[in-house]
């Protein structure tokens, strides 16, 4: 199974809609970080948000916002009035313990590439 | 500071060249990951380490790879012998330690012919 699941491999929105994107995660842990990560055509990845699983306040950040939902193992990405700049990948990682060692084991599921035509 | 520095930015080489990568981490960061991104497969983690010592190096494709982080400032991916199939972008990142987020470098596009 997968540790980081973003079923939805490509969207495409017309400019000014909304969009959310999703992000469903697996984990033992009871300490464990979300994160979303933005790569745009340019290729460098961007860290956008990161989130503790003790905090599940949603957080907005102007058009940006996220919901974490443990109940749901969910932490899904909205961008509201979608732009032609947001057009990207995204991607959501895990990060959580490995072995006793404390040590950090990140996975990233496999992005969402994003279009936004104008 | 000045993010994380990758080099060289693109690599261009024959088949059974020896290819090596370079990654300077951010400063003060304790973990570097190297990645490799591919439109078929993704983004996958190749290897990490703590305070320069491997922790993980279960995605390393096979025994043609090698890193190795020889202080806190420097790591190098190498590929003896590449192959067309090696050819992809390779990340590294680093970050301050496992609640933190991965600080990404530029990439390296590496082509083998």
């Known amino acids: 199974a997968q540790k980081v699941t973003q079923a939805q491999t490509e969207i495409s929105v017309v400019e000014k809609e909304d969009v959310t994107l999703d992000c469903v995660y697996e984990?033992?842990?009871?300490?464990?970080?979300l994160f979303w990560y933005k790569q745009p055509p340019s290729g460098e990845l961007v860290f956008l948000i990161r989130?503790?699983?003790?905090?599940?306040q949603n957080e907005i950040s102007g058009r940006y916002s996220w919901n974490f939902q443990k109940s749901t193992s969910s932490f899904n990405f909205t961008i509201t009035a979608s732009q032609v700049v947001d057009s990207a990948v995204y991607f959501c990682?895990?990060?959580?313990?490995?072995?006793?060692?404390?040590?950090?084991?990140?996975?990233f599921g496999i992005g969402t590439k994003l279009q936004v035509i104008p | 500071d000045a993010g994380v520095i990758q080099s060289p930015r693109h690599e261009v080489t024959e088949m059974g060249q020896e290819v090596t990568l370079r990654c300077k981490p951010i400063?003060?960061?304790?973990?570097l990951f190297w990645y490799r991104q591919t439109m078929m497969r993704g983004l996958e983690l190749l290897i990490y380490?703590?305070?320069?010592?491997?922790?993980?190096d279960s995605g390393m494709p096979e025994d043609r790879f090698s890193a190795k982080m020889p202080n806190a400032s420097f790591s190098t991916l190498k590929i003896q012998p590449s192959e067309p199939r090696d050819s992809a972008v390779y990340f590294c990142?680093?970050?301050?330690?496992?609640?933190?987020?991965?600080?990404f470098g530029p990439g390296t596009r590496l082509t083998v012919t």
């Open positions: 990142a680093s970050s301050r330690d496992r609640a933190n987020e991965q600080y």
């Open positions: 984990t033992r842990d009871t300490t464990y970080y």
């Open positions: 989130r503790n699983s003790f905090d599940e």
């Open positions: 990682a895990l990060s959580e313990s490995y072995n006793s060692g404390g040590y950090q084991k990140v996975t």
């Open positions: 400063s003060g960061h304790d973990y």
């Open positions: 380490f703590n305070n320069n010592v491997p922790i993980d």
